[in-house]
């Protein structure tokens, strides 16, 4: 499986999911065990917990320990708020700041690149978009899958368990944020970005089917390996510190100010922003907090 769809399951961006239609996700019967660490100092617990925004219905990932977590805390972050996420609200962004009417978009990508898109798809009906923009479309929608959602997705279950369970909801970012976020990339990464979602969904219609190991199993194993931040960071440097980097330093600083309180919080944003060494675990132990990895 490519970064690049990876990249639209587990990093972040509540905008990828509501483009949605069937996702590139297989199986969901796994015993489930997603990633879940545990910030704490003398008087604060923050829990951090990866999500996918898209899941497939049948997927079980919620266990007692996250149970108990959620039970426990007075406020549930999120990277947006997912009730402002309807699909005409993600239009009209898309609208505002995913359109270039200047500039055809086949006009932007190597001649080989456009020849692949126009197989792919109706060039006609993508040619006013942004490369950013057209790149988050194609990765959702993958020829692979089976009715994977983003109102199975981790983040929408919590939203909806929190909201019964009356618990303050806070979040990172708006859906405007993130789209301002991808639109202030250079060209030359919006490109490349959509240039290698162009390839990789070429590469897939000449090769064999997946193995079993799909990103929802890794993901239901806490497998943090199969995500690959590393393979982002290294082939677009631009777009890995835009979605990743700053927004992970910026929201590790959110948390720090957090930990000055008491209590207990749980945060559910994407996985790809707890892998690494900008990841926010690492992150907040930098900060000098204790982080266990509980799950």
């Not at 978009?105 to 057209?134: F, N």
Request: no cysteine; glycine share 10%.
């Amino acid at each position: 499986m490519g970064w690049m769809r990876r990249l639209a399951a587990a990093a972040g961006a509540i905008l990828v999911g509501w483009l949605g239609g069937p996702s590139l996700f297989g199986g969901g019967d796994a015993a489930a065990a997603p990633a879940l660490w545990r910030v704490s100092d003398a008087d604060s617990r923050i829990y951090l917990f990866g999500t996918l925004h898209v899941l497939s219905p049948k997927a079980q990932w919620r266990t007692p320990l996250y149970d108990r977590v959620l039970e426990e805390a007075g406020a549930v972050w999120f990277e947006a708020d997912l009730t402002r996420g309807d699909p005409e609200t993600v239009r009209l962004l898309f609208r505002r700041y995913g359109s270039d009417p200047d500039v055809p978009l086949s006009r932007k990508l190597p001649p080989a690149d456009v020849q692949a898109l126009a197989r792919q798809t109706d060039l006609a009906r993508i040619e006013h978009l942004r490369p950013w923009a057209a790149a988050l479309m194609l990765s959702v929608r993958p020829s692979l899958g089976r009715g994977a959602t983003v109102e199975a997705g981790a983040d929408m279950a919590a939203t909806r368990a929190a909201r019964a369970g009356g618990k303050t909801i806070r979040a990172f970012e708006t859906l405007e944020d993130q789209a301002r976020m991808y639109a202030s990339l250079p060209q030359a990464a919006e490109i490349r970005y959509l240039s290698k979602v162009v390839r990789e969904r070429a590469r897939r219609r000449i090769t064999l089917p997946p193995g079993p190991v799909t990103l929802e199993r890794a993901w239901l194993a806490g497998d943090l390996s199969r995500l690959g931040s590393s393979a982002l960071e290294a082939d677009n440097p631009a777009l890995y510190d835009a979605l990743l980097r700053r927004r992970n330093l910026a929201w590790a600083d959110r948390l720090a100010a957090e930990m000055a309180g008491g209590g207990t919080q749980l945060v559910n944003v994407g996985a790809l922003h707890m892998a690494g060494d900008d990841g926010l675990p690492a992150l907040m132990a930098a900060r000098g907090f204790t982080v266990e990895r509980v799950q």
